[in-house]
């Protein structure tokens, strides 16, 4: 153990860490979902990842849908529950598709039943980057953040 320790500056020197781009902070996150004790564990967890970021709580489908077409500037990603009542997650991606074409921003998936069907139906959606668990962990999401090319 004393070898690492020691050795720790060599072990570390090649990682680097981004520096934060003022267009990442201006940028908002999306937080998309029925259940108000969902939205706020999802916000501590973007917040801790960075907390400069802009995170715009959404408590319905609907209302995502029409914040997703019109908000300016476009989004760093979109953090979206699967089930709600008024259209699931699907349905709501298959709308913003067939109005847009494309999002221009990656989008995870939030769900407390993630089965083969779900992940095999998020494969063939180009802007779902990921189906996650109900509550997201926070080193999961920042792996798949910066495999999505969002800088954390």
């Given at each position: 153990m004393a070898y690492l320790?020691?050795?720790a500056p060599e072990y570390f020197s090649c990682i680097s860490f981004p520096r934060l781009r003022p267009d990442t902070v201006m940028r908002p996150v999306l937080l998309i979902d029925d259940d108000i004790v969902s939205l706020n564990v999802a916000?501590?967890?973007v917040q801790s990842l960075n907390p400069?970021?802009?995170?715009?709580?959404?408590?319905?489908?609907a209302e995502g849908l029409e914040l997703m077409l019109r908000i300016e500037p476009t989004p760093l990603f979109a953090l979206l529950d699967l089930q709600m009542p008024d259209m699931?997650?699907?349905?709501?991606?298959e709308e913003c598709k067939r109005r847009t074409g494309n999002l221009g921003f990656p989008v995870f998936l939030l769900s407390g039943h993630i089965t083969?069907?779900?992940?095999?139906?998020?494969a063939d959606v180009p802007f779902i980057r990921c189906v996650f668990p109900k509550?997201?962990?926070s080193g999961s999401?920042?792996?798949h953040l910066l495999m999505s090319g969002v800088q954390v």
């Open positions: 320790t020691a050795n916000e501590a967890i400069n970021w802009k995170v715009v709580k959404i408590p319905s489908a699931d997650g699907f349905q709501l991606l083969n069907e779900v992940a095999e139906r998020a509550p997201v962990h999401l920042m792996y």
